[in-house]
Nanobody, 124 residues
Framework: VQLVESGGGLVQAGGSLRLSCAASGRSFSTDVMGWFRQAPGKEREFVAAISWSGSRIRYADSVKGRFAISRDNAKNTVYLQMNSLKPEDTAIYYC??????????????????WGQGTQVTVSS
């Protein structure tokens, strides 16, 4: 099982980035897929998650209205569209998979599979 994030980079405040996470090794079409982030010196925090059908989506309050999560089950890929970026969004962004099929969790411990992360840096 492998999760590979891409799309990170350096952007000015107010700009946009689109992250992608391609999963391989098995089908993830029935699993919850999520995004987390970790800034230097801080704990990993929940950003967004989406159910297998896309019918349930959760966002952290800090990104509501600015970020949008989506998925393409045919491609085993989850996306995170990030708009109106702020310097405080600077972090390493990780995608993760929860195969338990129980709700749409926000706790990192609920997720079994993790990518290596992609750096997002927002300059002021």
């Amino acid at each position: 099982v492998q999760l590979v994030e891409s799309g990170g980079g350096l952007v000015q405040a107010g700009g946009s980035l689109r992250l992608s996470c391609a999963a391989s090794g098995r089908s993830f079409s029935t699993d919850v897929m999520g995004w987390f982030r970790q800034a230097p010196g801080k704990e990993r925090e929940f950003v967004a998650a989406i159910s297998w059908s896309g019918s349930r989506i959760r966002y952290a309050d800090s990104v509501k209205g600015r970020f949008a999560i989506s998925r393409d089950n045919a491609k085993n890929t989850v996306y995170l569209q990030m708009n109106s970026l702020k310097p405080e969004d600077t972090a390493i962004y990780y995608c993760a998979v929860d195969p338990s099929r129980v709700g749409v969790p926000v706790e990192p411990i609920a997720y079994d599979y993790w990518g290596q992360g992609t750096q997002v840096t927002v300059s002021s």
